[in-house]
């Protein structure tokens, strides 16, 4: 079993920054992939970034965000960061932070075995 925690909600105008944290359990946690999701309302939940297990050292992004988000991994802290600058209104949802227990590199929500509790990010403009 696999707990994920976020961390780092916020209301920002459009522009800021902003940094989500997921702290998460378990012993072989550089093995796992991580990803962040997000969710807006009245909206399939949708990939944002994902990282690929430290031996990898992969990062994939949706084509949204990429050039603005930045995720990374910090092993010996069992963290994985969202580091969101740039922000738009259109980034505003509920981020999930996710955990496959495989070493593929997935960005569909199916492709997860474990997931946080989300957290609130909301850019005005």
């Known amino acids: 079993q696999v707990q994920l925690v976020e961390s780092g909600e916020g209301l920002v105008q459009a522009g800021d920054s902003l940094r989500l944290s997921c702290a998460a359990s378990?012993?072989?946690?550089?093995?796992?992939?991580m990803g962040w999701f997000r969710q807006a309302p009245g909206k399939e939940r949708e990939f944002v970034a994902a990282?690929?297990?430290?031996?990898?050292?992969?990062?994939y992004y949706a084509d949204s965000v990429k050039g603005r988000f930045t995720i990374s991994r910090d092993d010996a802290k069992n963290t994985v960061y969202l580091q969101m600058n740039s922000l738009k209104p259109e980034d505003t949802a509920v981020y999930y932070c996710?955990?496959?227990?495989?070493?593929?590199?997935?960005?569909?929500?199916?492709?997860?075995?474990?997931w946080g509790q989300g957290t609130q990010v909301t850019v005005s403009s």
């Open positions: 996710a955990a496959d227990l495989t070493i593929m590199v997935d960005t569909t929500t199916a492709g997860y075995d474990y």
């Open positions: 378990g012993r072989t946690f550089s093995t796992y992939t």
């Open positions: 990282i690929s297990w430290s031996g990898g050292g992969s990062t």
